[in-house]
């Protein structure tokens, strides 16, 4: 083994605010120096330790802008390091960012990194509501690098049909893979409960989630009150909960500079290799297949190839969780069964242990170094997703180092997506006449009532469109009722746009 050039964690600093209001709050900075400390004494360092990085690298943190926010955390801790980085938003960039500095670890490039990221949209959400100004701390000198891009993830034309977000999006992939599984509307249900039912019993026993709640499969499914339709078939407990106050930090070293710190091996978790990718098909209405992401079998077998394991050889998972298509998703381009017993959480899942915008997987990956801590001599793959299963990360670490050829990055030359259909489906423009329904939501109010019908599928020639159904609640109610994929239809223009009507 070549300690100057393999990467190890060798500490983590998770933070959870559950009580945090627009008058009672810790500021991003505040919050990222915290953590940054925590994971100084989880390395059993003197805190003094981290005035010596060479590397700050900070997720974007909705919301806070200042010129330099790696900077400003980097002398808050009398820390000069040579390189400053900072991320877009994605779920995927936490994995992303730390793979990158492993990889430039193996590349000799850096021997002591702080990776960290936080979420404060609660109190920034209750402050817009009030109409009050925060005093987080502005500024920063000089400016960080950007890595990884900072791309929209939704078009005008996607939008304006109601695809405006993760609510409206991610449905539409759940319900074209259960007509694709052949699910009935109830079973389905029932299979979201249950997979989701297991992420709660792990949230509970995780000090930093957000909604340390046990729930049943039927709570988690029942439309209640508390529990009201989102977008079908998502009701509010399925769904990523990104209103939280979070953050986790990871220091990422050589075993080299381990040593030299005097950091006791029992400390040390092993980056075995990672890889990232993202879809061919960027925007959601133009995938090819809606119950395929090749781009994420891309980045989780390269990430497994490049660690030498085979998922059967993987002992915990925590998958990118923002609604159960996501998992159920990972099922399907890894080939595993979701009842799998292994599990595919560490920390209960971004509904129930907390979906912190960019910065949820700093704290998988955090969990998952403690959990291998105390599990000596075993395995975890990290994945990440960002926009609609648009952009892919994954990790392989263990508590004990890699044999063979030294950890790496990077995808494959041979991709699996080479034999999966990737190329984007234009929309059509103006389409009209007879069509079939490849996947659908409707979206729902406050009240309770259905308020729009989205629907994505092909002309009679095989083009791709988008519409709206009429807005007719009683119409709503019963398309959410029974399966509408491979239902077909009639196409029209209307001013607002391309309407699909039942046939």
């Given at each position: 083994?070549?300690?100057?050039?393999?990467?190890?964690?060798?500490?983590?600093?998770?933070?959870?605010?559950?009580?945090?209001?627009?008058?009672?709050?810790?500021?991003?900075?505040?919050?990222?120096?915290?953590?940054?400390?925590?994971?100084?004494?989880?390395?059993?360092?003197?805190?003094?330790?981290?005035?010596?990085?060479?590397?700050?690298?900070?997720?974007?943190?909705?919301?806070?802008?200042?010129q330099n926010a790696p900077g400003l955390v980097a002398e808050k801790l009398g820390a000069h390091p040579a390189n400053e980085f900072t991320t877009a938003i994605g779920g995927q960039v936490g994995v992303t960012l730390t793979n990158y500095a492993a990889s430039r670890i193996v590349a000799g490039e850096s021997d002591l990194a702080l990776v960290g990221g936080c979420n404060n949209l609660r109190v920034l959400m209750k402050a817009r509501a009030v109409n009050k100004q925060l005093s987080w701390t502005r500024g920063g000198t000089g400016e960080p690098e950007l890595v990884f891009g900072d791309e929209l993830g939704t078009n005008e034309v996607e939008t304006s049909y109601g695809m405006a977000g993760p609510p409206e999006i991610y449905p539409l992939f759940e319900n074209a893979l259960r007509a694709r599984l052949g699910l009935g509307l109830q079973s389905h249900r029932q299979r979201m409960g249950s997979l989701f039912e297991k992420f709660t019993e792990v949230a509970v026993a995780n000090p930093y989630a957000w909604f340390p709640v046990q729930r049943s499969a039927e709570e988690l499914t029942r439309v209640t009150r508390d529990n009201r339709m989102i977008s079908f078939p998502y009701p509010k407990y399925l769904n990523a909960i990104l209103n939280t106050e979070q953050a986790a930090a990871l220091i990422?070293?050589?075993?080299?500079?381990?040593?030299?710190?005097?950091?006791?091996?029992?400390?040390?978790?092993?980056?075995?290799?990672?890889?990232?990718?993202?879809?061919?098909?960027?925007?959601?209405?133009?995938?090819?297949?809606?119950?395929?992401?090749?781009?994420?079998?891309?980045?989780?077998?390269?990430?497994?190839?490049?660690?030498?394991?085979?998922?059967?050889?993987?002992?915990?998972?925590?998958?990118?969780?923002?609604?159960?298509?996501?998992?159920?998703?990972?099922?399907?381009?890894?080939?595993?069964?979701?009842?799998?017993?292994?599990?595919f959480t560490v920390t209960g899942g971004l509904p129930y242990a907390g979906g912190p915008a960019s910065a949820y997987t700093l704290h998988s990956l955090a969990t998952m170094v403690d959990k291998l801590r105390d599990n000596s001599g075993k395995k975890g793959l990290v994945t990440g997703n960002g926009w609609y299963l648009t952009k892919h990360s994954a990790a392989v670490l263990s508590?004990?180092?890699?044999?063979?050829?030294?950890?790496?990055?990077?995808?494959?030359?041979?991709?699996?997506?080479?034999?999966?259909?990737?190329?984007?489906?234009?929309?059509?423009?103006?389409?009209?006449?007879?069509?079939?329904?490849?996947?659908?939501?409707?979206?729902?109010?406050?009240?309770?009532?259905?308020?729009?019908?989205?629907?994505?599928?092909?002309?009679?020639?095989?083009?791709?469109?988008?519409?709206n159904t009429p807005n007719d609640s009683s119409l709503l109610e019963e398309f959410a009722s029974s399966e509408q994929v491979g239902q077909k239809g009639l196409l029209s223009q209307w001013d607002s746009g391309t309407l699909f009507e039942p046939a």
């Open positions: 083994m070549d300690e100057e050039h393999t990467p190890v964690i060798v500490g983590t600093g998770q933070l959870v605010d559950r009580d945090a209001d627009q008058d009672n709050y810790i500021e991003p900075l505040e919050m990222l120096t915290r953590v940054a400390n925590s994971a100084a004494d989880d390395a059993g360092v003197n805190r003094s330790t981290l005035q010596k990085v060479d590397t700050v690298a900070l997720v974007g943190v909705t919301g806070w802008h200042p990422v070293t050589s075993v080299a500079k381990a040593r030299t710190l005097g950091i006791a091996e029992h400390k040390w978790v092993y980056w075995w290799g990672g890889a990232n990718s993202q879809e061919e098909a960027w925007w959601a209405s133009e995938r090819p297949d809606f119950t395929r992401c090749p781009a994420m079998k891309d980045s989780t077998t390269s990430a497994l190839v490049n660690a030498a394991l085979d998922i059967s050889e993987i002992d915990y998972m925590d998958f990118y969780s923002c609604f159960p298509v996501a998992v159920e998703m990972a099922c399907e381009m890894l080939d595993l069964d979701v009842n799998d017993v292994r599990g508590s004990e180092p890699k044999g063979g050829e030294a950890p790496r990055t990077g995808l494959l030359d041979s991709l699996p997506s080479e034999q999966m259909d990737t190329a984007p489906r234009r929309l059509a423009q103006n389409p009209a006449g007879p069509a079939d329904i490849e996947a659908y939501t409707v979206s729902y109010g406050r009240d309770g009532k259905p308020s729009r019908g989205i629907v994505l599928g092909r002309t009679a020639g095989g083009e791709r469109f988008l519409a």
